[in-house]
């Protein structure tokens, strides 16, 4: 166990209707201005959008609207966020939607708080020194962006997608009902079920031994996830499981089932290469990708993946051999990825890489060469390049 920092400071409103709070929320902040930031048709069709709006008019809320965020969030939609905020004198920013959506406002946020070029925070070249309030209305049970402290936006130019970290940017509340969920199409869901398990996987297979407890709550949020998502396949209006796996999808990413160890975050890395160039849906790239990460690198802690088998995929603990209950166990989650519709490797994905693409996407992901990326293992160029050739 390592010493660590844990912070979480975002309100939750949670359950059903809870968006009618939303005016309230901001009232007792004080915010003068707002910002109303979303997706596609899906917010205004659902009548969401028409209900927050609402909600902010009878508290007497100004507010200004700003939607066409799409998945893997541009930045010249940011850009545009940034103009109008000014315009507007917006002081408060509300994100109406998922992941995507909230990262998009981060960014904003940042743009609107700093001077100079908002990409400059993405691309590592400088730090912020703080930004615009956020408030979040979840559509989505996914990224879990509304209690993160992170945000990940595309550059067009060059088709580079990047993440950003920090305290500044952590949503002031997040209001979360489970039943606008119903809507989403199965894939959708899938894509979202895997991203949350992900984001605690990516924290679970750590280099150091992790806390007990830390350990205890991963896996039971993964146990959670995976029977739950069996169960909205079936029956997608069932709102229990819509609001376990939403709750889930924040404290994956709130920094809870990290405590005590550094994470791998690698499987991330790789995506957001394949995101970029090939603009696919974030979730079904990590599942994508996963397989054929676990298979490289679980030689580094055969028994933590013997661990992973039997207390997460609840694989009856057949042998003594560790190497063998890991690759059952990598071929059981793979298995469950099918189950839910997601792909299993690049084919599967929709995508054909050629060796020129896979050179690109490596060279990238290690940022020309001059970085590693994984915690579980270190990964340099070429063990970038041997994964997504794996993946194929």
Same mark, same amino acid.
């Given at each position: ?35 109303? =930031? ?123 997608? $990047? ?89 994956? =990413? ?40 676990? $298979? ?97």
């Amino acid at each position: 166990m390592i010493n660590f920092n844990y912070h979480a400071p975002t309100q939750v409103v949670f359950g059903k209707g809870s968006e009618e709070q939303t005016g309230a929320l901001i009232k007792a902040g004080n915010w003068n201005k707002v910002l109303i =930031h979303y997706g596609g048709k899906s917010a205004i069709d659902s009548g969401l959008l028409s209900r927050v709006r609402a909600s902010l008019e009878m508290f007497q809320i100004p507010y200004t609207c700003l939607g066409g965020v799409v998945p893997n969030p541009r930045l010249s939609k940011v850009y545009e966020g940034i103009a109008l905020g000014k315009k507007e004198k917006v002081d408060f920013i509300l994100a109406v939607g998922g992941g995507s959506v909230i990262d998009s406002a981060k960014a904003i946020g940042y743009g609107l708080f700093n001077e100079g070029d908002v990409w400059d925070f993405y691309a590592g070249k400088r730090a912020a020194r703080g930004c615009v309030p956020i408030g979040a209305v979840l559509t989505l049970a996914a990224a879990g962006s509304e209690m993160s402290n992170s945000s990940v936006i595309t550059n067009e130019e060059g088709w580079q997608k $990047r993440g950003y970290k920090s305290e500044y940017c952590r949503c002031r509340f997040a209001v979360m009902n489970p039943e606008v969920t119903s809507t989403m199409p199965a894939y959708q869901t899938g894509c979202g079920c895997t991203d949350i398990l992900m984001h605690t996987m990516e924290r679970y297979f750590a280099p150091e031994e992790s806390m007990e407890l830390t350990d205890s709550i991963s896996e039971a949020l993964m146990r959670t996830v995976i029977h739950n998502a069996g169960i909205l396949m079936k029956d997608p209006q069932n709102y229990e499981a819509r609001a376990e796996i939403m709750w889930a999808g924040s404290l994956s =990413h709130n920094g809870l089932t990290g405590c005590g160890a550094t994470g791998d975050w690698a499987c991330h890395q790789l995506e957001h290469e394949l995101g970029g160039m090939f603009d696919v849906a974030h979730g079904a790239g990590l599942a994508a990708i996963w397989g054929s990460w676990a $298979r490289y690198v679980y030689r580094k802690s055969p028994k933590r993946f013997a661990r992973f088998a039997v207390r997460v995929m609840q694989l009856e603990e057949k042998s003594s051999d560790n190497e063998e209950m890991a690759l059952l166990a990598i071929e059981r989650m793979e298995y469950f990825f099918r189950e839910i519709g997601m792909p299993v490797n690049l084919r599967e994905l929709g995508i054909q890489v050629n060796e020129t693409q896979i050179q690109e996407l490596a060279y990238n992901c290690s940022f020309q060469n001059t970085r590693k990326i994984g915690g579980f293992q270190k990964l340099d160029m070429e063990d970038m390049k041997n994964i997504y050739t794996m993946a194929q």
